[in-house]
């Protein structure tokens, strides 16, 4: 045996997040599958890096060798050492069950990856937030590897099974692990525990009582060259519906894909040149080849706003999958993603493109959404998971961290009154100081009003010049024909809506509702 692979496995418990597949949160739990074998002689350096999304934002980290709480600022990455490990403790019962966690809280949102090294070999992965979670996870069928699945013995660990670990983060609960048989095992608020998977094709699942994480594992699966390493993925949610999962093209070489739901457990070999470049399934999707298990991202959870980790001194990539007509408008960071070549995905309306990373970044859309994935290698040794999501709104300005707020006051009344009723919403009479942001607000209102609305504009009462409350200059303008009127005519703005949001000045004291609006914060902003 040489070097291997740890993979730290993340999720979130306790998330204020509102986004349905964002994975930013405030408390997380961290365990380490088994490396290899529990009683090799090289330790792993393992660590996780935090990213804030907001300022002054206090994290902590335990059991940690440092004592110290860092405050990060905004888009700031804090790495933290551990030294924890889930070591081997099945036996020939059913469930063997361990406290080897690690807790990661922080007091404003954060995105969590993780990060260990062993020798030559690199393994990276990303938190699930714990309302994300489910009670119900199909269990992928074992993939097909020589000198690890052909001949299975417990007691030799690149031939042992495939292990479920399955965590739970709080609350005592009640797992079963369900298929030909059911067994089940009570866990403690924190702990986890493993099992064997059986190499068969008979439909497994897990069912909880309360929401739970569930990870599909092997410490030392064969790969190239008499080596092995610690495969690991973590398992996505039963879902209601079938969705379908595009397979990105510089992956598809030499993979598989495993396919689980509550009729099948199949593991599918995959030829790009031959097959439809997508997947169906409503429950496990993951993608295999040598050294990787990479879970797929659905089409039903593609996004705009992506947090990107890259590891020192390994060749790292993204891989971006986006329809074909939303090719433009992709942004690294602060910067338009140009010059990328494009190939299609077979029998599907995506296309994927490869960017080459070297350090830490943000990708996002400014008007679709799209899958991203962060893999990487060192000589035959491959890593990678989906990259962390921020958001699924796509925003012309940049990466929202939370939704801008925009609402109709809708009880009518004069211009000064409509500002304070904004004010005690916490909200301001809207300023609409650009061309783009008045065509983004307009296509919004029209979808539930078409009444003439109050906007944050009025003439100064010593120069008879327009100005916005928002003290931006008045550029981009949108007046009505004839409007506006004479220095001694209206001396508010209103917008008409039904207008094609046009402009007009009013009588201050004409009663109106009136549009209150609060902006997005952003990790990252063009303007």
Same mark, same amino acid.
């Given at each position: ?6 993979? @730290? ?43 804030? @999304? ?7 980290? !335990? ?166 390493? @610690? ?49 169906? !399934? ?144 916490? @909200? ?67 917008? !008409? ?31």
């Amino acid at each position: 045996m040489t070097s291997s692979l740890l993979l @730290l496995l993340l999720l979130a418990a306790q998330t204020a997040a509102a986004d349905p597949v964002n994975n930013t949160g405030t408390s997380f739990i961290a365990v380490f599958p088994e490396n290899i074998a529990y009683y090799h002689p090289t330790n792993p350096q393992n660590q996780i890096w935090v990213t804030a @999304l907001y300022n002054a934002t206090t994290v902590t980290v !335990s059991p940690t060798s440092s004592t110290s709480s860092p405050q990060l600022s905004v888009n700031q990455s804090q790495s933290f050492d551990l030294d924890q490990e889930l070591m081997r403790n099945l036996s020939v019962e059913a469930f063997g069950v361990s406290n080897s966690v690690v807790n990661i809280t922080s007091d404003k949102q954060i995105v969590v990856q993780a990060f260990s090294i062993k020798k030559k070999s690199v393994q990276t992965a990303v938190l699930v937030p714990t309302d994300k979670l489910g009670t119900k996870y199909f269990i992928p069928p074992v993939p097909v590897i020589s000198g690890t699945t052909d001949d299975p013995n417990v007691n030799v660990t690149e031939r042992s099974p495939f292990r479920l670990i399955i965590i739970n983060p709080t609350d005592t609960n009640t797992v079963t692990v369900k298929g030909s048989a059911a067994s089940s095992v009570t866990l403690q608020p924190g702990q986890v525990s493993q099992s064997w998977v059986p190499n068969n094709q008979v439909p497994r699942w897990v069912e909880a009582e309360k929401p739970i994480a569930v990870l599909f594992s092997h410490p030392c699966a064969m790969q190239t060259n008499c080596t092995c390493g @610690l495969l690991t993925a973590m398992l996505p949610p039963a879902r209601n519906q079938t969705v379908r999962f595009p397979v990105p093209s510089v992956l598809a070489q030499n993979a598989s894909v495993l396919l689980s739901d509550g009729g099948s457990r199949e593991a599918k070999p995959f030829n790009p040149d031959s097959d439809s470049a997508v997947v169906q !399934s409503s429950g496990t999707a993951i993608l295999y080849r040598p050294g990787l298990l990479l879970t797929l991202i659905p089409e039903t959870e593609f996004a705009s706003c992506f947090s990107i980790f890259t590891v020192p001194s390994k060749t790292n990539f993204a891989i971006i999958v986006v329809l074909k007509d939303s090719t433009s408008g992709i942004y690294v960071g602060n910067s338009l993603l140009d010059a990328a070549v494009w190939q299609d995905l077979k029998g599907t309306e995506y296309v994927s493109t490869n960017y080459s990373l070297t350090q830490n970044t943000v990708i996002w859309h400014n008007s679709s959404k799209m899958a991203v994935y962060v893999v990487g290698y060192e000589g035959s040794d491959w890593f990678g998971n989906p990259a962390p999501v921020i958001s699924t709104t796509p925003d012309y300005r940049g990466c929202p961290v939370n939704a801008e707020r925009l609402t109709v006051y809708n009880t009518s009344q004069g211009w000064r009154e409509s500002l304070q009723s904004c004010q005690n919403l916490n @909200l301001d009479l809207i300023s609409l100081s650009e061309s783009r942001l008045q065509r983004h607000v307009c296509l919004k209102l029209q979808q539930d009003s078409d009444q003439k609305v109050w906007i944050g504009m009025r003439r100064s009462s010593k120069t008879g010049n327009w100005y916005w409350l928002s003290r931006a200059p008045v550029r981009d303008t949108n007046w009505g024909s004839g409007e506006p009127g004479r220095v001694d005519e209206g001396q508010c703005a209103a917008m !008409s809506v039904r207008s094609n949001c046009t402009w007009s000045d009013e009588d201050c004291c004409s009663a109106f509702q009136s549009v209150c609006y609060k902006e997005a914060d952003y990790l990252v902003r063009i303007n």
